[in-house]
């Protein structure tokens, strides 16, 4: 059965297949314009079959009738690249409105995202009020200055639910699942920002096939990298969200989270992505893999909006149990970062297995030049034991509560099980690649008190592996590349950001990790920052200026 995008419309999280040791795209890469082009991994599926791009935009055709390639090239010097603060300030010098800015992003999507020689496949589904709510925007007037994100269109990821569209997963069992907002999309819109539609993402959160390309899902079909098309992993399972952002289809996009899925696609498509303190930001109303381990997070070109849109997402959300209840206001977006550019006196731990990597070493030279210190350290010899069983049990009972709790009644499927018998109806062209993860989280069992062993020992376990260096050499955090050590730092329950620090000599990018303790976020903010600034490594995808 095919449908439109459009009847879409009327954090949450990539497990990520876990790279601790290598980058996704050593396999066979070429670079895009190379004679040949040759595919990393064969792929069975490139488009979707359950969007029609023609219906999706008789949306808003009328509406772009005015916006022409005149409007849209004398907007692009004001908008490509630019962070949200310039945006703010070009929108009260008259240089802009919200709803130029609307309009230049559902431009780019349609000349870009789907059915063309270009095409990303970024986008699963556009918010069809997005054009009110921008001229909206632009006519109210404030007496004490709104929120940074205020009036700013943001891409979510197809798991988090917002009110008046369809939250998917990129699953078709899903694909009846109208809900009320999330969450954090309820503290997004507070704050006025406006959503512009939802993110392509791998099925389930990557927790699903098993064997299938990241970025893949039956809805949204196969999302591809702005860096290069077929010859570079987008990374996932926040693939959408990673790509929409490195080729400027928005402002920022929300990701989420289990090990990897937003650090991993941040990294592939050189954006800087934000792993959250697991608590700081609400769950509730995310499909779910692991109620232990999920958050979502923010996903930017630069560091200055990361910040901006992380502040405008936090907050205590008692229904959630691992919410936490932050003391702080307002405060992690760029007014609050300190102005004196020095890492003076800071201690990062380095692994000593990377500095085989060229661009790791540049990095970590960069960071020198403005004080930092750096101490080379080995890896701990520790395990992560059960880790594939904690999610497992975990998606095993919190799947049923979100699809119960936060889903909708036009859904059909109640537990996993469901959804694996839903899809042996038309195998197909819903799941071409299988579904062994959904396999093996219905065979697996435990009792309580063995499920919580496991998730005490992986705790115990991914803490100690930051800890026992942290106490010995006096650590303010650690340096990694990618999502290399995400698996540690989410069952540790550390926060992460990855930040853009140059390409490989295929083209392929790569991000700097800063790895912290809980609730550090402001201090990986400003370290990202001052790197940020002093490395200016982050180029755009060529193709695509």
Same mark, same amino acid.
Request: hydrophobic share 35%; proline share 4%.
């Given at each position: 059965m095919?449908?439109?995008?459009? *009847? =879409? ?16 795209t ?14 990393f ?35 692009k ?8 603060p ?13 709803? =130029? ?32 709510e ?10 004490v ?5 205020? !009036? ?6 197809d ?8 939250? $998917? ?38 927790? *699903? ?13 196969? $999302?591809?990298n702005?860096?290069? &098309?077929?010859?570079?992993? $987008? ?6 969200s990673?790509?929409a952002?490195?080729?400027? *289809?928005?402002?920022?996009?929300? !990701? ?26 609400? &769950? ?18 630069n560091?200055?909006?990361?910040a ?5 997402? #936090? ?32 201690? #990062? ?14 990095a ?5 030049t ?6 080379e ?41 469901d ?35 496991i ?32 698996? #540690? ?20 990018p790569?991000?700097?990790? #800063? ?21 200016? &490594?982050?180029?755009?995808p060529?193709?695509?200026?």
């Amino acid at each position: 059965m095919r449908f439109s995008i459009f *009847f =879409l419309l009327p954090f949450f999280i990539l497990s990520c297949k876990n790279q601790n040791s290598k980058d996704s795209t050593t396999e066979t890469v070429v670079v895009e314009d190379t004679i040949s082009i040759k595919d990393f991994r064969e792929l069975k599926v490139l488009d979707s079959k359950y969007i029609d791009n023609s219906e999706l935009w008789n949306t808003f055709n009328k509406a772009l009738e005015n916006f022409t390639d005149e409007s849209y090239n004398a907007l692009k010097p004001l908008i490509l690249e630019t962070n949200i603060p310039t945006l703010q300030k070009h929108i009260s010098n008259g240089r802009l409105t919200y709803e =130029l800015l609307t309009k230049f992003y559902l431009y780019r999507i349609r000349k870009f995202d789907r059915e063309n020689d270009l095409s990303l496949n970024s986008v699963i589904s556009l918010n069809p009020n997005v054009i009110k709510e921008a001229i909206k925007a632009d006519n109210t007037d404030f007496e004490v200055e709104p929120h940074p994100i205020y !009036g700013m269109p943001i891409l979510l990821k197809d798991n988090i639910n917002i009110s008046g569209m369809i939250t $998917t997963a990129g699953a078709v069992a899903l694909q009846k699942n109208i809900t009320e907002d999330a969450f954090v999309v309820k503290q997004l819109k507070n704050q006025g920002a406006i959503i512009l539609g939802k993110a392509n993402l791998s099925e389930w959160a990557y927790f *699903f096939c098993g064997d299938c390309p990241s970025g893949y899902s039956a809805i949204g079909g196969q $999302t591809l990298n702005p860096y290069g &098309r077929r010859t570079i992993d $987008t990374g996932g399972s926040s693939s959408g969200s990673g790509v929409a952002v490195a080729a400027n *289809f928005c402002v920022g996009a929300v !990701g989420s989270e289990t090990s990897g899925s937003i650090l991993s696609p941040s990294s592939q498509n050189s954006v800087v992505g934000l792993k959250p303190t697991i608590g700081l930001l609400s &769950r509730s109303g995310i499909v779910p893999i692991s109620s232990t381990l999920d958050t979502s997070g923010p996903m930017t070109k630069n560091v200055t909006d990361n910040a901006i849109l992380l502040d405008a997402m #936090f907050g205590f959300d008692k229904k959630d149990s691992k919410s936490i209840n932050a003391k702080w206001g307002n405060g992690y977006y760029y007014d609050n970062m300190p102005y004196d550019d020095s890492l003076i006196g800071k201690r #990062f731990g380095v692994f000593k297995r990377l500095l085989e990597d060229s661009l790791y070493v540049q990095a970590i030279s960069d960071l020198k030049t403005k004080g930092a210190i750096i101490v080379e350290v080995e890896e701990e010899k520790v395990d992560l034991p059960d880790f594939l069983r904690l999610l497992n049990l975990d998606m095993k009972k919190d799947l049923p509560i979100y699809l119960s709790s936060y889903g909708s009644n036009e859904v059909m499927v109640k537990s996993v099980k469901d959804v694996i018998d839903f899809n042996k109806k038309d195998s197909a062209n819903i799941m071409p690649y299988g579904q062994k993860l959904f396999e093996g989280i219905v065979a697996d069992n435990a009792t309580n008190t063995e499920f919580q062993n496991i998730k005490n020992t992986l705790k115990t376990n991914g803490r100690s592996f930051f800890d026992n260096p942290i106490n010995k050499h006096s650590l303010d955090g650690f340096l990694s590349i990618n999502n290399y050590h995400a698996e #540690f730092a989410a069952v540790a329950e550390y926060p992460a950001i990855t930040v853009p620090m140059g390409y490989t000599e295929k083209g392929a990018p790569k991000g700097l990790t #800063f790895i912290s303790k809980p609730l550090f976020e402001k201090n990986l903010l400003y370290w990202a920052y001052i790197y940020e600034q002093v490395s200016k &490594r982050r180029k755009m995808p060529k193709n695509y200026n």
